[in-house]
């Protein structure tokens, strides 16, 4: 009895300590010299483009997520349904895409960008993300788990493939598609290093990237304002985790447990 | 016809794999190779290996890459072993055991840019860690503005935010564990210590090995903490490699030597992996 109090003490101070900053960040947001309210969240608004940010981040996340859900689908469906010639060597490349470290193709990227006047456009934040390998390794591992039965029917049906792959896969395939979805909308949320670079003019950056930039700008030293912009960053995820936490975490170690 | 419709489920996906993946390895490859200035394209050379000559006798990138192997190697073996005794801890019913494993695992999910922001205000010569040290009696400092004590900030930070997920992926490899394994070492009169260094652990090589080289990856490519809180400074105690990478290709342009920099950092990371993979003997049955 003893050992298990000491325990669950031990485990609530590193409870206390590993919540307390964004408890903190939180509580600094909503102070302003002494009072509490949502002063620094309208200063912030009006100090900077931050609707903007918000905004950009926002559509960015959306279509990235379409096109994970839709496009990433289709890879998946192609990898564990049809079989074609070289599938073996195109499905190691999947797993070789994850492993290629950001910064060995941002430069050709970026001078990509540049030569298709792609930078400062919402193409350049959307495109490369637009399919991840993360997520055809998902959703081709949930098909694999599923017998062909139902595509066969509607094949015999007349179906068309297009038609199987919309009305049947996809509705079967919805599990693994809402954590693809919610995979690519928290990564792509808080993505920086692409957003950095590939974008110049502040009507174009995301909220991270914005914020950052902002942190080391003029105000810089105002902690109200910058908790408040953190805050903004970091609520929709919060409440992302409260609403699909359970497919957050089978995203997660599925992707590095199964691999 | 057959083909073709698999071509095209397989198009998007290899249209993005040609621009965005096969097109830069290739190309970054080629730059490394060159001198090459995106502001200046008409004055590009052939460096050959110059530039990765260049890098080992670079003593700003060897302080960033010693820099960068102090990270990893000071932060990668704590965030482990604090997942692992955390995962332990919340594997078996505790009150509050849902509301715990979230508050450790949410910190995982906020934007590093938040979290550097955040940790930027608790290290400040007025943020709330000198507050509460004053309580102390303890003098505090601009902890960030310290050439000794701003890295090992950023790589407290850095095992704050990891340890949540590291965890959660403990707590699903200690979930596969045969239950039966405790119950037949409990009527043997093993204890529960002795239980965890012959069951626990050996079972979990497989997750360890994933959980040690997924974050050493992630280490060797610190960024967004040094962007945001020390841009490399004071005297360049916090430069790393990536950061170090990113100011000579967008500040000084030197795309050439920075797409050097890129393959000897993705060579490095790679050659780690393997040698994590081996030495924790991948593939190997669990138990040997």
Known sequence: MMKRLLVWAFIFLAFLLSSFPLFWMLFLSFKTQGQFGLQNYSDLMASGPFARYVLNSLVVALFVVLGNVTL???????????????????????????????????????????????????????????????????????????????????????????????????????????????????????????????????????????????????????????????????????????????????????????? | MRARQTLFFLSPWLLTLAAFYLFPVVYSLVLSLLNFNPLNPSATTWAGLANYSRAFQDPLLCKAAVNTLYFVVGTVPVTTVLALVLAILLNRSLPGQTFFRAGFFIPTLVSMVVISLVFKQLYAQDGILNQALSLLGIPGRAW???????????????????????????LAGLQAIPRELYEAASIDGSSKLSQIFQITLPHLRPVALVVIVVNTIRSFQVFIEVFVMTRGGPLNSTLTVVYDLYERAFYRFEMGYASAIAYLLFAVIFLVSLIQARFLRLGQPVGG
Request: aromatic share 12%; proline share 5%; hydrophobic share 55%.
């Open chain 2, 144 to 170: 960030l503005l310290d050439e000794r004590t701003a890295f090992p900030g950023i790589m407290l930070m850095d095992i704050w935010s990891a340890i949540g997920y590291y965890m959660l992926l403990f």
């Open chain 1, 72 to 259: 990433a689908a289709m890879t998946g469906y192609a990898f564990a349904r049809k079989s074609f010639r070289g599938r073996e060597v195109l499905f190691a490349t999947v797993l070789g895409t994850l492993m290629i470290p950001k910064q060995a193709t941002m430069i050709p990227v970026f001078i990509l960008m540049t030569k298709l006047h792609l930078l400062d456009t919402y193409a350049a934040l959307i495109l490369p993300f637009l399919v991840d390998g993360f997520s055809i390794l998902l959703i081709r591992q949930y098909l694999l788990s599923l017998p062909p039965d139902l595509e066969e029917a509607a094949r015999l049906d007349g179906a068309s493939e297009l038609r199987v792959f919309w009305q049947v896969v996809m509705p079967l395939a919805k599990p693994a598609l809402a954590v693809v979805a919610i995979n690519a909308f928290i990564v792509n949320w808080n993505s920086f290093i692409y957003p950095l670079i590939l974008t110049s003019r502040q009507a174009m950056r995301t909220l991270p990237v914005g914020l950052a930039l902002y942190a080391q700008g003029e105000h810089s030293l105002d902690w109200g304002h910058l908790m408040s912009g953190s805050a903004l960053s970091a609520l929709p995820i919060l409440l992302v985790f409260l609403l699909f936490s359970r497919q957050i975490i089978s995203g997660l170690t599925q992707g590095a447990v199964k691999g």
